[in-house]
């Protein structure tokens, strides 16, 4: 009688998963394997593909010089972005992990601008930000400084797009200052008794206690910043000089400007491979630095 | 432990898969479910089918039809568009247009995906360099045999603007169009530069000296990436070879040493500060008009097209504006310059509705629209409508003055592979490279014709 009541409320469960699944499979185990089979033919969207094997992998790697140049400024993108997003959104948690009177307006004040996320509207008020007359050239010049074409200039354009990124840190900085309330006091207490200041405490029980957290903002944030698109598109369009012609940049333009579908379906899965690759490298680096609560280790 | 790292493992994984699935192929399988008719559709074959069935389907003219139309341009154009719409919508109350407007941004990878999922508009606006692409690719409707009115149009014009060499129309020209030079005349009068004669390409040189002698703010050209490429590129070839950079036969019609030429011009055309820095230009993309040099008078002159005169006019009206003369090559084959249009307006290979579609052009065209479009779309392409814009003040005296200025050159235009978009990306590539100094114009002619070489190999 128990069981059956169990097994009933087992199918109750995937009916009520059922919508997800159904949305997986049609809207992305679908299109991943369809995308695979692109990847393998000259396909323009219009006529029907045809069989090539491998030759547009081949392609990328021995004849694209846009792809490595796409290839290197996605990875400097995400040098650029990951480390520094993870710094700042642990040091604002850090500063907000206070009983101080208005923190709450505070921390939603700084969680402001990942509510608007990767959009359009953000990347255009960048941009005008950023431009040769936008508003950070107009503080410089009040300042004194030298403007610089942030824009313009292809030393300059990947990290003014860097930090674009760098400033959404609100998700990465709940996360955080959850964790950050999960460290026990008594281990910060112990800590003052054996003579540990505030510095030493950070980096032997802090840190590894907030480790688990850290792994995932790295993992998440390398895999946000490899499929970089938007800003890259609306501020700069891959421009100039392709500085910041990301890959994801590359393969819209290959698949929706150029019409070779196949082509940009290939270099998905390099990128996936790419994502997939940095990964497995970051989990095989975790076992040195990650502490889990139960790890008898 | 280990337990807690294989599921997140799994989880980062899934992901990772689902996070590039979405990204990397999402109009894959939409284009899967069309791809077997859309490789059917080729052209010739594809109109009188598509006939066929809208007549099936639009017999009854008092049956309620919904058309889209889809279009780019600034609020002028869409104002004027979207009175157009209402001004037949009253004429045919049995007709609903759905008006899709935009920028430019976006706009023809848009249409890529609607080809694809074969959810294109009934109407569309369409970039003058990508009609023969479309036309090849089969989503253009044979307009001539949908009983297109063309009793306006002068022949040979329509010839030479969307028939792509079929005999057939299969996309209108919207007006008439060419490359300009709108020239800032208060402060060429200052400098002492007359654009109103003729010159070579050599002559910028001196005339850009004279501008930064003058005043070391000023700048003798406003020369964005995109319209500089086919003003100075692809002309230097009309000119040079009488020919476009790559032919219908998929030639490639200019070789390493004339690119080098070219690229050696245009470095020093920014060596010499003729033109304004590049990494100044850039941020501004094509909008030459939201550059505040241009807007303050500090450029002589901005390289753009007949229908980008009202714009830049428009920016400051404190400034008298004149179209001014184009280049040539002393000993050139062609003076290279023509005049076309400046967009086409189709109808989709796929429309329900052609007929319809086509009355509706027939209106878009006829003298009723005429008065209320005036120049959104640069110079009318009909002379009746001419004459209605002239006659009501709508033609904008700088448009019809610079379409005039292209008009006395005879040129053949190079629409076909050269201005294409994979085509046209190498050569901006290439032009930006030089101008950043990013490569030498050796370099850039190597890799120009290397990748040209390339293009050609993948789409004989």
């Known amino acids: 009688?128990?069981?059956?009541?169990?097994?009933?409320?087992?199918?109750?469960?995937?009916?009520?998963?059922?919508?997800?699944?159904?949305?997986?499979?049609?809207l992305q185990i679908y299109p991943?394997?369809?995308?695979?089979?692109?990847?393998?033919?000259?396909?323009?969207?219009?006529?029907?593909?045809?069989?090539?094997?491998?030759?547009?992998?081949?392609?990328?790697?021995?004849?694209?010089?846009e792809f490595f140049k796409s290839l290197s400024a996605t990875i400097l993108y995400s040098v650029y972005t990951v480390p520094c997003k993870i710094i700042m959104s642990l040091f604002i948690a850090l500063l907000l992990n206070k009983s101080r009177k208005g923190i709450g307006v505070l921390r939603t004040i700084y969680y402001l601008p990942s509510l608007f996320g990767g959009s359009i509207a953000v990347s255009i008020l960048w941009k005008i930000m950023f431009m040769d007359d936008g508003m950070i050239n107009a503080i410089l010049h009040k300042l004194g400084m030298e403007t610089v074409s942030f824009l313009g200039n292809p030393a300059t354009a990947l990290p003014t797009l860097s930090a674009l990124e760098v400033w959404q840190f609100g998700s990465s900085m709940v996360m955080f200052l959850a964790a950050l309330k999960q460290v026990p006091q008594s281990l910060y207490e112990a800590a003052q008794i054996d003579g540990a200041g505030p510095v030493k405490s950070f980096f032997k029980i802090t840190i590894p206690q907030i480790s688990p957290i850290i792994f995932f903002c790295i993992i998440m944030q390398t895999i946000n910043a490899l499929q970089?698109?938007?800003?890259?598109?609306?501020?700069?369009?891959?421009?100039?000089?392709?500085?910041?012609?990301?890959?994801?940049?590359?393969?819209?333009?290959d698949g929706f400007l150029f019409m070779k579908m196949g082509y940009a379906s290939a270099t998905?899965?390099?990128?996936?491979?790419?994502?997939?690759?940095?990964?497995?490298?970051l989990f095989g680096t975790s076992r040195f630095w990650v502490f889990y609560g139960d790890d008898e280790s | 432990m280990k337990r807690k790292k294989i599921v997140a493992l799994a989880v980062s994984a899934m992901m990772v898969m689902s996070l590039l699935s979405g990204c990397g192929s999402s109009a894959a399988p939409a284009a899967s479910t069309d791809q077997a008719p859309a490789a059917e559709t080729k052209t010739e074959e594809a109109a009188p089918a598509a006939e066929a069935e809208a007549d099936t389907q639009t017999t009854d003219s008092d049956e309620p039809v919904t058309l889209r139309f889809s279009w780019w341009g600034g609020d002028a154009r869409h104002e004027a568009?979207?009175?157009?719409?209402?001004?037949?919508?009253?004429?045919?109350?049995?007709?609903?247009?759905?008006?899709?407007?935009?920028?430019?941004?976006?706009?023809?990878?848009?249409?890529?995906?609607?080809?694809?999922?074969?959810?294109?508009?009934?109407?569309?606006?369409?970039?003058?360099?990508?009609?023969?692409?479309?036309?090849?690719?089969?989503?253009?409707?044979?307009?001539?045999?949908?009983?297109?009115?063309?009793?306006?149009?002068?022949?040979?014009?329509?010839?030479?603007?969307?028939?792509?060499?079929?005999?057939?129309?299969?996309?209108?020209?919207?007006?008439?169009?060419?490359?300009?030079?709108?020239?800032?005349?208060?402060?060429?009068?200052?400098?002492?530069?007359?654009?109103?004669?003729?010159?070579?390409?050599?002559?910028f040189?001196?005339?850009?000296?004279?501008?930064?002698?003058?005043?070391?703010?000023?700048?003798?050209?406003?020369?964005?990436?995109?319209?500089?490429?086919?003003?100075?590129?692809?002309?230097?070839?009309?000119?040079?070879?009488?020919?476009p950079i790559i032919d219908a036969d998929m030639n490639l019609n200019m070789t390493q040493e004339q690119f080098?030429?070219?690229?050696?011009?245009?470095?020093?055309?920014?060596?010499?500060?003729?033109?304004?820095?590049?990494?100044?230009?850039?941020?501004?993309?094509?909008?030459?008009?939201?550059?505040?040099?241009?807007?303050?008078?500090?450029y002589v002159a901005s390289i753009g097209y007949t229908s980008s005169a009202d714009v830049l006019s428009a920016a400051n009206s404190e400034i008298h504006y004149m179209a001014g003369n184009l280049p040539l090559r002393d000993g050139g084959k062609s003076d290279g310059w023509f005049n076309d249009c400046p967009q086409y307006i189709g109808v989709y290979a796929k429309s329900e509705h052609p007929k319809e579609a086509i009355d509706f052009l027939n209106f878009f065209y006829g003298p009723d629209?005429?008065?209320?479009?005036?120049?959104?779309?640069?110079?009318?392409?009909?002379?009746?409508?001419?004459?209605?814009?002239?006659?009501?003040?709508?033609?904008?005296?700088?448009?019809?003055?610079?379409?005039?200025?292209?008009?006395?050159?005879?040129?053949?235009?190079?629409?076909?592979?050269?201005?294409?978009?994979?085509?046209?990306?190498?050569?901006?590539?290439?032009?930006?490279?030089?101008?950043?100094?990013?490569?030498?114009?050796?370099e850039a002619a190597e890799e120009t014709v290397e990748l040209l070489n390339d293009y050609i190999d993948t789409h004989k």
């Open chain 1, 1 to 26: 009688m128990k069981k059956k009541k169990l097994r009933s409320r087992d199918n109750q469960a995937y009916l009520y998963l059922l919508p997800w699944i159904i949305g997986m499979l049609v």
């Open chain 1, 32 to 65: 991943f394997i369809t995308s695979f089979y692109y990847s393998l033919t000259k396909y323009n969207a219009l006529e029907a593909p045809t069989f090539l094997g491998l030759d547009n992998y081949i392609r990328l790697f021995t004849r694209d010089k």
């Open chain 1, 228 to 253: 970089n698109f938007t800003s890259a598109f609306v501020v700069t369009q891959g421009g100039p000089v392709k500085s910041t012609y990301m890959l994801g940049l590359k393969l819209y333009n």
């Open chain 1, 268 to 281: 998905s899965w390099v990128i996936f491979m790419l994502v997939l690759v940095f990964t497995l490298v």
């Open chain 2, 81 to 203: 568009t979207l009175a157009v719409i209402d001004a037949y919508q009253k004429l045919h109350p049995n007709v609903t247009i759905e008006p899709e407007y935009s920028s430019y941004d976006g706009y023809s990878e848009k249409k890529t995906t609607e080809f694809a999922s074969g959810t294109a508009p009934d109407i569309f606006q369409i970039e003058t360099g990508l009609g023969p692409e479309y036309y090849d690719k089969g989503v253009l409707y044979n307009l001539t045999e949908g009983g297109i009115d063309v009793s306006n149009f002068d022949a040979n014009f329509l010839e030479m603007n969307g028939q792509f060499g079929s005999g057939s129309q299969y996309a209108m020209p919207t007006g008439q169009a060419g490359t300009a030079l709108i020239v800032n005349k208060d402060l060429a009068d200052a400098v002492g530069i007359d654009f109103s004669q003729q010159y070579n390409w050599d002559q």
């Open chain 2, 205 to 243: 040189f001196e005339w850009g000296k004279m501008v930064r002698d003058y005043d070391k703010d000023c700048y003798l050209l406003s020369a964005n990436t995109s319209y500089a490429t086919a003003f100075i590129i692809r002309a230097w070839c009309r000119q040079m070879n009488g020919k």
């Open chain 2, 260 to 298: 080098e030429e070219c690229f050696t011009f245009i470095k020093r055309l920014y060596d010499e500060e003729v033109c304004a820095p590049a990494a100044y230009k850039a941020p501004f993309g094509d909008q030459d008009q939201e550059d505040p040099n241009w807007i303050a008078g500090k």
């Open chain 2, 369 to 442: 629209a005429a008065s209320i479009l005036g120049t959104v779309r640069s110079v009318p392409p009909t002379v009746v409508a001419q004459e209605i814009c002239a006659k009501e003040g709508t033609l904008n005296p700088l448009t019809k003055e610079s379409v005039t200025v292209s008009m006395q050159y005879n040129g053949e235009s190079d629409g076909g592979p050269t201005t294409g978009s994979e085509v046209t990306a190498i050569l901006t590539d290439a032009y930006e490279n030089v101008s950043y100094g990013t490569m030498s114009p050796a």
